[in-house]
């Protein structure tokens, strides 16, 4: 096979640097299934792998890019054939075994998911690692428990990947949706996903949260940790339910146990890495069916792959607004 592209980050005098290099299939690393990529996605994860802000690559040099769909050309796995339209998310790719950030993939096939009915390649990076997380925290706390009925739910980092569309698909599930964020500007970006109110973080005095404060919310989504998640905590209803899914802003957690046993809150943490594949597959299904998220091509954007470094550095600073997918073949 000729050589293609790809965006491998290496380490060099201790410090990360990644780069475009031809490479040929061979030189990935092993798997039973060849894929010619379609798109990838950016996450922050992928951010602060490329530029070494987060330590995340376990090995280098490593194509980045934990996110990939595309179609099968060769497989060692009779579950998968060439043609197939498939999809790969997390596991260990871009962080220690090479991802989607090049024109050709090949990963173990307990990674892949078959492409479900009615779902696109480029819908499935719309989505990827960030749509995927939120469609499982919130299938995670509908079986906790939580349902429309229950009263309104906060999401926080609500402008990023995972806090859109968890506004997205809430809202559509009939939820009472308030959105959690820094940013006033993005006011009507929020209510058009489906936010009912949008709450300013400014607004909110966490140096003086108590141990338990005015009961408000039957759900939580936590993109942030730290102080974020104290406060979502201290504020839930009896019977609430958080779904930790991220740490942008810490990964520390001060609490006390008043939440749990005198409101009876739960706090369920999200592990979208390595989620069996069964449950997988399942999430996928409803994100291509009832949990499919309407707005996501508003809040999505596509660039060709070779802009993809110029992507990263709005990740770090906080700027990156939904999801950005990136078009290998552009």
Not at 104 to 130: E, F, H
Request: with cysteine; hydrophobic share 45%.
């Amino acid at each position: 096979m000729q050589k293609f592209k790809a965006y491998r980050i290496h380490e060099i005098e201790k410090k990360t640097a990644a780069r475009f290099e031809d490479l040929s299939v061979d030189q990935l690393d092993p798997g039973e299934v060849v894929v010619r990529v379609a798109c990838s996605s950016v996450n922050y994860k992928d951010a602060l792998a490329v530029t070494g802000a987060g330590r995340i690559i376990r090995r280098f040099p490593c194509i980045g890019g934990i996110d990939l769909s595309g179609t099968v050309v060769e497989s060692a796995d009779a579950r998968f054939k060439k043609g197939d339209a498939i999809i790969a998310t997390s596991y260990d790719l871009g962080v220690s075994h090479d991802g989607g950030y090049a024109e050709y993939a090949r990963v173990p096939a307990g990674w892949v998911v078959p492409m479900p009915k009615g779902m696109s390649l480029a819908d499935a990076m719309a989505l990827g690692t960030a749509g995927y997380t939120a469609a499982l925290g919130i299938m995670r706390m509908e079986q906790n428990g939580l349902k429309p009925a229950n009263g309104p739910v906060v999401v926080s980092g609500a402008t990023g990947g995972v806090g859109s569309i968890a506004i997205d698909i809430l809202a559509h599930s009939g939820y009472e949706v308030t959105a959690l964020t820094g940013k006033a500007q993005e006011t009507d970006y929020l209510k058009g996903l489906g936010a009912k109110d949008v709450l300013l973080r400014g607004s909110i005095d966490f140096g003086k949260v108590k141990a338990l404060d005015k009961a408000t919310w039957a759900g939580a989504v936590d993109n942030l940790g730290g102080e974020v998640l104290s406060w979502m905590l201290s504020t839930l209803k009896p019977a609430g339910t958080v779904a930790s899914i991220g740490l942008a802003a810490s990964m520390d957690l001060k609490a006390t146990v008043a939440p749990f046993i005198l409101r009876g809150a739960s706090l369920l943490g999200i592990d979208s890495g390595y989620t069996p594949m069964e449950l997988r597959r399942e999430v996928w299904r409803r994100l291509a069916s009832d949990l499919r998220p309407p707005h996501l091509a508003q809040m999505t954007r596509t660039i060709p792959f070779d802009q993809l470094p110029s992507a990263f550095p709005a990740f770090i600073e906080g700027r990156a607004r939904g999801r950005l997918v990136v078009d290998m073949a552009a």
